[in-house]
Each structure stands twice: as structure tokens, then as C-alpha cells.
């Protein structure tokens, strides 16, 4: 029996993905890339945007009519709305919650497949599974699902839920494990890793405000806020400072901070620890305060404007990428133009570019999508290109530097990997040091990419 998977989305569903790959294996099941001698085909989706989703239906229809397997099986699982599901339903046999996955041997027994079970799964039994990892020295670790912020574009909260941490001890446990097994670079993931821990019931939290408090749930599953000072609460920079003090060589980088949520603390934090790598993706959406209010993202662009000025302050040489939308609705020329100061006047050294995409439930769909799909266009390539300016010379002043380099790949004469800040880089050599981190000297820098030699071995 052969399975054919196909992953859109995020560093999350292909997380999820090493999970799924698990379970298949454990069934026997053998992987393929050719989905027409596939018996089972599984999709992770995305939901975050329209083209997300129409690119689901129209592999899934290709798919179909390609494959002359009677028996073909299709599951589609990850993030999917539940209007999309309606429109999806007739390309699969069962769309499934990943966090059912621990019961997917069971439903696959069932012919044809159908759900058996009524009450979700807890997730902890998701999390339990052991994930297939695709890499031998690179591992996505989640450590939280969901995410408790309400963006008003975003379908986020709805496909994923609300927050939930991951106990601080197993996820410990799993990286500790990662690194006796030789793993170079963990990355922990969560919509928003910045707020790990809030949720645990009855543990002390410490809110971006600088005080700590006792969180909990009372009889009606209320979330209850008592002022007390706790010492050495449970968040995500305690968590942090826990993993980057096990022994061992290797780098710890994390996935996606919501600037409202990062604390004074975090940023100290990262700043202490070399194996904390100095890079913070922290998507800004928009430089328009009244397009951040329309948004919901609770901070404005001077206050975001600050808190990059403290992480360059704090940790010098730090990356920072971000997220930008174009065209939400009611963004006006000079929102716009907003946004293309702010990006001028930080100079990213990375942005993912996204047009607006209306959402079915979110608060936005509500709302006139009021900008011509020609003007978002016009606005993302305007933006694409100041970006590519700044990039450049953020790198160009990288020329001359010996970095650290985690190799990735080799090709052709050349060993490709990342800067500890994140950053593509590629040596002429003759050997292959995928996996291995080196030192290499910097030469040459284009916006995207670096270019260096060889200088020593890491101690
Ligand atoms: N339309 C366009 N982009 C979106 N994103 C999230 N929701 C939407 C949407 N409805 C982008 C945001 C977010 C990233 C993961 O995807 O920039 O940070
Ligand atoms: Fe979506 Fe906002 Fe949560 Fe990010 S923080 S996942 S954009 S709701």
C-alpha cells in the first residue's frame, strides 16, 4: 500500500505532516511521489488565504481524474474552514481534525471510511505520536497549537482553536532526545510563541505588562486573572532559557512571535543565550494605524517601531523578517504609503508579501474587500522592491564577517546553508557538510543570498 502526501501551508502543517507520515508507516503504508500509483492520498491544508484553498481543489480534481485506483482512498486534514469544507467535501472521502490523527488507523479499517468517533480527540494523544521527521539534523518542534488572538482577517482561530500549550517537561524531553540523536537545529513552533504557557491552568503567568499573575479556569471554564508574585513562572522565555541550558551543540530558533506579546524578558533572554539564534520573525501587517486597529493587532506602528529598535539595541546584528498584508479592506493610498515608511525606515531583512484574502467567518469577511485586486498587485511588487533595497544592504554590510553557517544541502560544488540569523548562504567545495555547522567569512551578498568561504571548523 503506497501514500501520496501533499502539504500547504506552514512550518505547522509540516509538522503536522511528520506526525501523519508516522502513523502510515506504523499501518505499513509506503511512501510515494507519484500520487497515480498512490492507494492513499492525504492533503494538509491551508486556510489563510482563497489560493490556498482553490489549489486543494484543483489537485485534489486532478488528482481524481488521473488515478485509476478504484480503491483510491482521500483524507484531507490541517487547517481547513468550515465553509471550505462544504466546497471541498466531494474531492475527499473523509476530511478529518489533526488532532484526531491517533484514530486514523481505525478509520482507515472502516469501508468506505467515515468517522467513528464523536468526542474530539485530547491533544495530547496527537502529540503523543512520534513524529517521521524529514530531516536528520533539523526538527520542528511544536509547542503550542491555536492561537487566542482574534486578527480580524485571520482564519487562524477558527481552523486551529484556541491556544493550548504543550507541557513544558515533554517538550523538553523531545529535544533533549533530538540532540543525544545528533539534531542540529530545533525550531519551535506556534501560531503565536510568545503567549506559551497563559493557558495552563492554575500556573503563574507573566503578562507582557511586566507583572505576574495566577491564571485560572473557574467551574464555567472562565479564564480567572488573581494578582499574586510567583517566582520562576512558566512562559516562553523560561522555556527557552530551559532548552538553550541543555548541554550539547546546537541552535534553537522559534516561530511566530506576535510583537504585542514579546516581553522585555524574551528579548533579554535571547540576547544571553548563543544557542538562542538571533533572528525574530515578527509580522507587522501594516504600518496604518487605522488598518492595525481594523485589524485587531493591538499595537501601533510607533509602538512596533520601538520594540525593533529595543531587539536591535539588546541584540546587535539581530534579523528580523516580518509579515505585511496589502489591500485589507479600507486600506487607502495613504495607509499605504504608512506602510512603505515603516518598512523604509526598518529595513527588514526579510517580508512575506500576502494580498488580503476575505476569510468566510472572520470579522473582516464582513467587510467591503474594497481594494481592486489590480491595486494589490501594484502594491505588493511596490513593496516586494523596497524590500529587496534594504535586504541588500543589511547584507552587504555582512561582507567581510565570519559567520556561523549550519549547512543545509550540497549541489554541484557548492555546500548551501543558513547564517545563525537566518541567512541563505552558499561555499565553493568539494565536500558535503550537510548537517555540520563551520565558520565561514562572508564575500559577496545579493538580497537574498550570501555567498562566503570556508574558515574553520566549529570547537
Ligand atoms: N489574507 C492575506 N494574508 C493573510 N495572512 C493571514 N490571513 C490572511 C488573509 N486573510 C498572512 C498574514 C500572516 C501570514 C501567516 O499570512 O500576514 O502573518
Ligand atoms: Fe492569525 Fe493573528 Fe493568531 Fe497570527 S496572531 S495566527 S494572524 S489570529
Same mark, same amino acid.
Request: charge should be positive; hydrophobic fraction near 25%; charged fraction near 20%.
Given at each position: 500500500m503506497k501514500y501520496f502526501l501533499q502539504v500547504f501551508g506552514c512550518q505547522m502543517n509540516i509538522s503536522d505532516s511528520e506526525r501523519v507520515q508516522s502513523v502510515l508507516n506504523s499501518l505499513g503504508y509506503l511512501k510515494t511521489l507519484d500520487e497515480s500509483k498512490a492507494d492513499l492520498i492525504v492533503v494538509i491544508a491551508c486556510a489563510v488565504r482563497q489560493s490556498a484553498v482553490d489549489r486543494v481543489s484543483g489537485r485534489a480534481g486532478y488528482w481524481l481524474k488521473r488515478s $485509476?485506483?478504484?480503491?483510491l482512498i482521500t483524507l484531507l486534514t490541517g487547517c481547513v474552514l468550515e465553509y471550505d469544507k462544504k466546497r471541498l467535501a466531494k474531492y475527499f472521502d473523509y476530511i478529518f481534525p489533526i488532532k484526531d490523527l491517533k484514530r486514523l488507523p481505525e478509520l482507515l479499517k472502516r469501508k468506505p471510511v467515515?468517522?467513528?468517533?464523536?468526542t474530539p480527540a485530547p491533544l495530547d494523544e496527537y502529540f503523543d505520536i512520534k513524529p517521521k521527521y524529514n530531516s536528520t539534523f533539523q526538527a520542528l518542534v511544536p509547542i503550542s497549537t491555536g492561537?487566542? $488572538?482574534?486578527?480580524?482577517?485571520?482564519a487562524v482561530p477558527f481552523t486551529r482553536g484556541r491556544e493550548i500549550s504543550r507541557d513544558p517537561d515533554i517538550i523538553v524531553r523531545e529535544v533533549k532526545d533530538l540532540v543525544r540523536r545528533g539534531y542540529r537545529e530545533i525550531t519551535l513552533l506556534g501560531?503565536?510563541?510568545?503567549?506559551?504557557?497563559?493557558?495552563? *491552568?492554575?500556573v503563574a503567568v507573566n503578562l507582557p505588562q511586566g507583572k505576574v499573575y495566577i491564571q485560572q479556569l473557574n467551574n464555567q471554564g472562565q479564564l480567572k486573572i488573581k494578582k499574586r508574585q510567583v517566582k520562576n513562572p512558566m512562559d516562553f522565555s523560561l522555556l527557552l532559557k530551559t532548552i538553550a541550558s541543555l548541554p550539547g551543540n546546537f541552535w534553537i530558533r522559534f516561530i511566530t512571535s506576535h510583537p504585542y506579546d514579546l516581553s522585555d524578558k524574551l528579548i533579554e533572554t535571547i540576547a544571553k543565550?548563543? *544557542?538562542?539564534?538571533?533572528y525574530l520573525h515578527l509580522p507587522v501587517q501594516s504600518g496604518s494605524d487605522k488598518i492595525l486597529k481594523a485589524m485587531n493587532r493591538q499595537y501601533t506602528s510607533e509602538k512596533y517601531q520601538k520594540l525593533i529598535d529595543k531587539i536591535r539595541h539588546k541584540i546587535p546584528g539581530a534579523t528580523i523578517s516580518t509579515d505585511i498584508i496589502v489591500g485589507f479592506c479600507g486600506e487607502t493610498k495613504a495607509d499605504f504609503q504608512k506602510t512603505c515608511a515603516l518598512v523604509k525606515n526598518i529595513k527588514f531583512d526579510m517580508a512575506y508579501i500576502a494580498k488580503y484574502s476575505s476569510r468566510p467567518?472572520?470579522?473582516?469577511?464582513?467587510?467591503?474587500?474594497?481594494?481592486?485586486k489590480i491595486v494589490k498587485a501594484r502594491r505588493e511588487k511596490y513593496l516586494n522592491d523596497l524590500l529587496k533595497k534594504a535586504a541588500l544592504s543589511n547584507n552587504q554590510k555582512l561582507v567581510g564577517k565570519n559567520l556561523e553557517v549550519l549547512f543545509e544541502k550540497y549541489k554541484k560544488g557548492f555546500a548551501y546553508g543558513k547564517t545563525s540569523g537566518f541567512k541563505n548562504i552558499r561555499v565553493p567545495s568539494a565536500k558535503d557538510f550537510t548537517g555540520k555547522f563551520k565558520i565561514v567569512k562572508v564575500t559577496k551578498a545579493t538580497p537574498w543570498h550570501l555567498s562566503g568561504e570556508l574558515v574553520t571548523k566549529k570547537l
Open positions: $485509476k485506483n478504484k480503491h467515515q468517522p467513528i468517533i464523536k492561537c487566542n $488572538k482574534v486578527c480580524s482577517y485571520c501560531q503565536n510563541v510568545n503567549s506559551y504557557g497563559w493557558d495552563f *491552568k492554575g543565550y548563543p *544557542k538562542l539564534t538571533p467567518g472572520t470579522a473582516a469577511a464582513n467587510r467591503p474587500d474594497d481594494v481592486p
